[in-house]
């Protein structure tokens, strides 16, 4: 079965600094994987996949993440932090069936 | 074009009450799944359907029952609540050729 840890509950970083939200996964064959977003009171809403290709993949708003194979990582970053970037923050992973599997979420908050 | 919409988006019920979640998408999206998100344990994974008249269990259904007539429509039904199922649940879409899932706003419920 396939399964997601984000290691960090919490991550905060200063606004204009780089910031990193960590995710690693366990599945058997090929990942798909996702990062989404929640801002409060508000559903999920989807950043970015990688599929397969490119490891380094670009979504909205200016995240990227990067897919290490060796590491089973997927860590979502951003050049450039934003005070609006401040949500909570999921990645998933999902094998060939429809059974996505979500870790517990990363609160991100930029301050000023 | 709505996307998700998920009904009622606030409940309150008594131990043993029954209602029905429901959950309906304008996309003609085939995989349609029920999830629940709890404090720090990220959204798992009640029921799913890869399509109309096929469902299946996910990570937690104990207590949950789903059927799926329509493409459109999939209700989520608890049959006798119990505080335990307190949480904010969210409907989720995709088609069979993205990857991605598309989610309701949620649906707040409490049971005392």
Same mark, same amino acid.
Not at chain 1, 29 to 40: A, C, E, K, S
Not at chain 2, 16 to 23: H, V, W
């Given at each position: 079965?396939?399964?997601?840890?984000?290691?960090?509950?919490?991550?905060?970083?200063?606004?204009?600094?780089?910031?990193?939200?960590?995710?690693?996964?366990?599945?058997?064959?090929?990942?798909?994987?996702? @990062?989404?977003?929640?801002?409060?009171?508000?559903?999920? /809403?989807?950043?970015?996949?990688?599929?397969?290709?490119?490891?380094?993949?670009?979504?909205?708003?200016?995240?990227?993440?990067?897919?290490?194979?060796?590491?089973?990582?997927?860590?979502?970053?951003?050049?450039?932090?934003?005070?609006?970037?401040?949500?909570?923050?999921?990645?998933?992973?999902?094998?060939?069936?429809?059974?996505?599997?979500?870790?517990?979420?990363?609160?991100?908050?930029?301050?000023? | 074009?709505?996307?998700?919409?998920?009904?009622?988006?606030?409940?309150?019920?008594?131990?043993? /009450?029954?209602?029905?979640? /429901?959950?309906?998408?304008?996309?003609?999206?085939?995989?349609?799944? @029920?999830?629940?998100?709890?404090?720090?344990?990220?959204?798992?994974?009640?029921?799913?359907?890869?399509?109309?008249?096929?469902?299946?269990?996910?990570?937690?259904?104990?207590?949950?029952?789903?059927?799926?007539?329509?493409?459109?429509?999939?209700?989520?039904?608890?049959?006798?609540?119990?505080?335990?199922?307190?949480?904010?649940?969210?409907?989720?879409?995709?088609?069979? @050729?993205?990857?991605?899932?598309?989610?309701?706003?949620?649906?707040?419920?409490?049971?005392?």
């Amino acid at each position: 079965a396939q399964s997601v840890a984000q290691p960090e509950d919490q991550v905060n970083v200063a606004e204009g600094n780089p910031l990193t939200v960590k995710c690693t996964y366990s599945v058997s064959g090929n990942p798909y994987l996702f @990062w989404y977003v929640q801002y409060p009171n508000r559903g999920l /809403q989807f950043l970015l996949k990688y599929i397969t290709g490119d490891n380094l993949v670009k979504g909205s708003y200016g995240f990227e993440a990067e897919f290490n194979k060796s590491q089973t990582s997927f860590h979502l970053k951003k050049p450039s932090a934003l005070v609006s970037d401040s949500a909570l923050y999921f990645c998933a992973v999902r094998a060939n069936n429809n059974d996505m599997r979500f870790g517990a979420g990363t609160r991100l908050t930029v301050k000023p | 074009n709505a996307g998700v919409t998920q009904t009622p988006k606030f409940q309150v019920l008594k131990t043993g /009450q029954s209602m029905t979640l /429901q959950c309906a998408q304008d996309m003609n999206h085939e995989y349609m799944s @029920w999830y629940r998100q709890d404090p720090g344990m990220g959204l798992r994974l009640i029921h799913y359907s890869v399509g109309a008249g096929i469902t299946d269990q996910g990570e937690v259904p104990n207590g949950y029952n789903v059927s799926r007539s329509t493409t459109e429509d999939f209700p989520l039904r608890l049959l006798s609540a119990a505080p335990s199922q307190t949480s904010v649940y969210f409907c989720a879409s995709r088609d069979r @050729w993205n990857t991605e899932a598309f989610f309701g706003q949620g649906t707040r419920l409490t049971v005392v």
